[in-house]
């Protein structure tokens, strides 16, 4: 008895492919086939009595294309879905639409080279961290159609999900590399604005310059702004006068880590000076003062008794005028500074230290640093009040660099912007399912 080519004998019930595949209603399966690893679906409008949407006449078919669509696997086999669109013409000579294509954005929007379905998925996947080149993999077509799609859906997603800015209460702006280019590798920065309470991405903008970042402060809308309370910012003029200029309003707040990091520079700044004039040198494996080098910056030597004992011993040998010491000694009243809870006394403690920094006996790095203190002082002092940072800022920077990462960097900022956004913008990808782009 002969066995039956089952292969040859498989019949595919078209009903049932407009089911699982296509799914819309006046939509008709002309064809389906499988060439190789690749399944191909070709389909077509239902259209009954076409009329011109210009005079509202009667059309006819002029011809009929057929356009490719990358679509989603189906039972792990990629599929193409072949359109059969209906170009048309109108039957009136006065008319000045001469012809005209019919569309459905159910299938597929006009512009994009995947299926509707196909290109809502991409955008969600890019949101999870994927890279387009692996989604042009799954669904067997080019990067160029996957990176289509997220710019076209991608950027509709961001548009109509308009509540993202609606309970933003205080936002932080801070500066992330972009882009080196040329033969000097001259940098590109952007401005990345997060909403700091709720730990969101809220936009970014092309540069750090003053007029651009203000002009995107002023075209939100007017409730946003004056909701808005707090500004947090490093110590950047240019972030300070657009919150001054365009929300004059809201409280700004200095960072911690960055006023930390300035105290932190000017004990080491204090360390290597030193040890340049006493030793005629840099520092060197065997000299005090390098061996002090870390106990000098970390929080663990204030708590430890060892630690401050041992660091004592060294600044006694390499610091025989005590300005290293000095310098210690304000940075660590400046981490005291944010151990006090009550506003008041952090102010006037605060004061304190930039009387006793701005000595002329103090070492010259302390005094610069009593001077950024003074300078800064009500956006310091505020951090008692408002209890917000830009420390989320910093971690979407992060989130940043790693869409930069996977990607292998970026040359065209809006395609940078859009995959940012989607992965740490924490946009309402439900708003997709609804969406309609034409």
């Not at 960055?258 to 060197?284: C, F, K, N, S």
């Amino acid at each position: 008895m002969k066995k039956k080519n089952l292969s040859a004998s498989v019949f595919v019930d078209p009903s049932e492919i407009v089911t699982h595949l296509v799914g819309l209603k006046e939509v008709r399966v002309l064809s389906y086939c499988r060439r190789g690893p690749v399944g191909e679906l070709t389909v077509e409008q239902v259209v009954e009595n076409p009329t011109c949407p210009n005079c509202g006449q009667r059309a006819f078919v002029k011809e009929r294309p057929i356009v490719p669509y990358a679509d989603l696997p189906f039972g792990g086999v990629p599929m193409t879905i072949f359109w059969k669109k209906h170009r048309m013409k109108c039957v009136n000579p006065r008319c000045s639409t001469l012809s005209f294509t019919l569309v459905d954005h159910r299938i597929a929007a006009k512009g994009a080279m995947l299926t509707t379905r196909a290109a809502k998925w991409v955008v969600k996947e890019i949101g999870s961290g994927q890279t387009v080149s692996h989604l042009a993999r799954e669904l067997n077509c080019s990067w160029d159609a996957v990176n289509r799609a997220m710019r076209l859906y991608g950027e509709a997603l961001l548009k109509a999900d308009t509540k993202r800015l609606k309970d933003t209460t205080a936002i932080g702006l801070d500066e992330t590399l972009f882009l080196r280019r040329g033969p000097y590798k001259k940098k590109s920065w952007s401005t990345t604005v997060c909403d700091v309470v709720n730990h969101q991405l809220i936009d970014v903008v092309p540069t750090r310059e003053f007029t651009e970042v203000a002009r995107w402060l002023d075209h939100q809308p007017h409730h946003v702004k004056e909701n808005l309370r707090y500004g947090c910012l490093d110590m950047s003029r240019t972030y300070a006068a657009v919150f001054s200029v365009v929300t004059p309003k809201a409280v700004q707040v200095i960072d911690r880590f960055h006023v930390m990091r300035h105290a932190i520079a000017a004990v080491d700044e204090t360390r290597r000076r030193v040890q340049q004039v006493h030793l005629g040198h840099r520092g060197r494996s065997g000299d005090p003062l390098y061996k002090a080098r870390k106990l000098l910056i970390i929080k663990a030597t204030g708590d430890d008794p060892e630690l401050q004992s041992r660091l004592q011993g060294l600044l006694e040998l390499g610091d025989p005028n005590g300005e290293v010491a000095f310098a210690y000694a304000v940075k660590e009243a400046v981490a005291r500074f944010y151990t006090i809870e009550d506003p008041e006394e952090a102010t006037s403690f605060l004061q304190d230290i930039i009387d006793t920094a701005s000595k002329k006996s103090a070492p010259r790095e302390v005094r610069s640093l009593a001077r950024t203190l003074r300078n800064w002082f009500a956006g310091i002092t505020a951090w008692h009040r408002a209890r917000v940072s830009n420390g989320p800022t910093e971690g979407m920077n992060n989130l940043i660099k790693r869409v930069k990462r996977v990607a292998f960097g970026f040359t065209n900022f809006e395609n940078f912007r859009i995959r940012a956004l989607l992965y740490a913008g924490k946009p309402n990808f439900r708003v997709l399912d609804s969406m309609v782009v034409t």
